[in-house]
């Protein structure tokens, strides 16, 4: 007759190997812990190769290579214990993390050292490996796509009053724009658009500069985010 296993079954066994190690050697934890760092190394480099925003932060870096590292350990923890694991799980659950992330991709690179810290952590290094060279090359390969139509703000101030006459001359020198703000004082308007610069072409601003009616006219890189 089959002996029934039920859930209680099953944490009292791990109760009673809470202490027990759970067959990690000293061996496999360095390995995971090498394997862990040459990996995060890796996104370490792509990180930085492939960084198109403002300010390169270098300590967000070196947190993506110790973030691994850090997971690979919980990893290993937790997998040898169920009780272990449900207490982790409660005590990483309280975490909070307060610093705002100011480009979308960090986001992507952060849950790429996590998921190789728990790869590697649970040993499973193929997968970590081979996953992390093709997650390199995809970011490597979409951060380093040129567009051919590079989206720039141009931010014009003329005289209020003007708007019909302004207007007329942007549109006989840019084919294609959208107006992103407008801001209007008693003697002053400054309008921004969102245009495209064909292959860095930027002659047309010198062009739109021309009327007198315009007292300023500045072209800034313009990456997508705006706020009004």
């Not at 944490?11 to 190997?17: A, D, P």
């Not at 809470?18 to 190394?41: E, P, Y």
């Not at 002659?203 to 890189?221: C, G, H, P, Q």
Request: one cysteine or more.
């Amino acid at each position: 007759m089959e002996e029934v296993v039920n859930y209680n079954d099953i944490i009292k066994q791990s109760f009673l190997n809470m202490h027990s190690s759970g067959g990690i050697t000293i061996a496999d934890i360095g390995a995971s812990l090498l394997v862990t760092f040459l990996i995060s190394l890796c996104i370490f480099w792509v990180y930085k190769t492939t960084f198109k925003g403002v300010l390169y932060t270098h300590s967000f870096n070196i947190s993506l290579v110790m973030v691994s590292m850090v997971t690979a350990l919980i990893i290993m923890t937790i997998s040898t214990n169920l009780i272990l694991s449900l207490g982790m799980v409660g005590a990483l659950s309280i975490v909070r993390f307060r610093t705002a992330v100011k480009d979308p991709l960090d986001i992507v690179f952060m849950f790429w050292a996590i998921s190789v810290g728990i790869a590697n952590g649970a040993m499973q290094f193929q997968l970590s490996i081979v996953g992390s060279l093709f997650i390199g090359v995809v970011l490597y390969m979409f951060t380093n796509i040129k567009l051919t139509n590079n989206p720039y703000l141009l931010v014009v101030n003329y005289k209020n009053g003007f708007d019909d006459e302004v207007m007329r001359h942007i549109n006989s020198k840019v084919s294609k724009y959208k107006i992103k703000s407008k801001t209007v004082s008693s003697d002053n308007v400054e309008l921004t658009l969102e245009v495209r610069v064909l292959k860095g072409n930027t002659d047309f601003v010198n062009e739109i500069s021309d009327n007198e009616v315009i007292s300023n006219i500045v072209l800034v890189s313009y990456d997508g985010d705006y706020v009004s």
